[in-house]
């Protein structure tokens, strides 16, 4: 079954970036694309925004436009998400998460494989 | 934004227990619903799809139910492994938002 592994734990200072990456055992196919969703502490799940590799397009949750950028480099199989500005408020889990995607700008199905999740702490 | 009200926040359940979560969307989703499990320190994972589709492998003790813009997951006999968070998610349209969680204890 394919499966998503994702990069390991990030501590970081405030101010600075992270890249996170997800590679996907089974590839960047035109029928995939790739979710990022976020879970602070004890929190619940925030979508961040998804990559449409087959059209190197990436759409983003209202909260992160201007300070994430996802992308692909379906070569590797492999999708980026980057975070800049970090603050303490962005410590969280971090996880990518694929969805069938049968074009035309449909997004409409759901996530059904998830990476493990990567822990970023951002602390002075 | 479509927004998902997901009741109740917490429950307290014995094995055995039929436990119902509700999850209410704030306009017509059609069926675009998915539920999710998640345990601690794992990612979540799928179990229901288009409101009543249950994902191959999940056990049929689960369901999914729709009434207008009410959503429903039922278990219908809990048991000690469904002891997690349970999140909705609608995939009408942009942002899919997930509900809020209902994390289910045992009693």
């Known amino acids: 079954q394919d499966q998503l592994e994702q990069s390991g734990a990030e501590l970081k200072k405030p101010g600075s970036s992270v890249r996170i990456s997800c590679k996907a055992s089974?590839?960047?196919?035109?029928?995939?694309?790739i979710n990022w969703v976020r879970q602070a502490p004890g929190q619940g799940l925030e979508w961040m925004g998804r990559i449409i590799p087959v059209h190197r397009s990436s759409d983003y949750a209202q909260a992160f436009r201007g300070r994430a950028t996802i992308s692909a480099d379906r070569s590797t199989g492999t999708s980026y998400m980057e975070l800049t500005g970090l603050t303490s408020a962005d410590t969280a889990v971090y996880y990518c998460a694929r969805a069938s995607y049968p074009g035309w700008g449909s997004f409409s199905l759901p996530f059904d494989t998830w990476g493990q999740g990567t822990l970023l702490l951002v602390s002075s | 934004d479509i927004q998902l009200t997901q009741s109740p926040p917490f429950l307290s359940a014995a094995v055995g227990d039929r436990v119902t979560i509700t999850c209410r969307a704030s306009?017509?989703?059609?069926?675009?619903l998915a539920w999710y499990q998640q345990k601690p320190g794992r990612a979540p994972n799928l179990l229901v799809s288009g409101a009543v589709g249950l994902r191959s492998g999940v056990p049929s003790r689960f369901s999914g139910g729709r009434s207008g813009t009410e959503f429903t997951l039922t278990i219908s006999s809990l048991q000690p492994e469904d002891f997690a968070t349970y999140f909705c998610q609608q995939l009408k349209s942009d942002p899919p938002l997930f509900g809020g969680g209902t994390r289910v204890e045992v009693k």
């Open positions: 306009h017509d989703i059609n069926d675009f």
């Open positions: 089974g590839g960047l196919p035109n029928s995939q694309l």
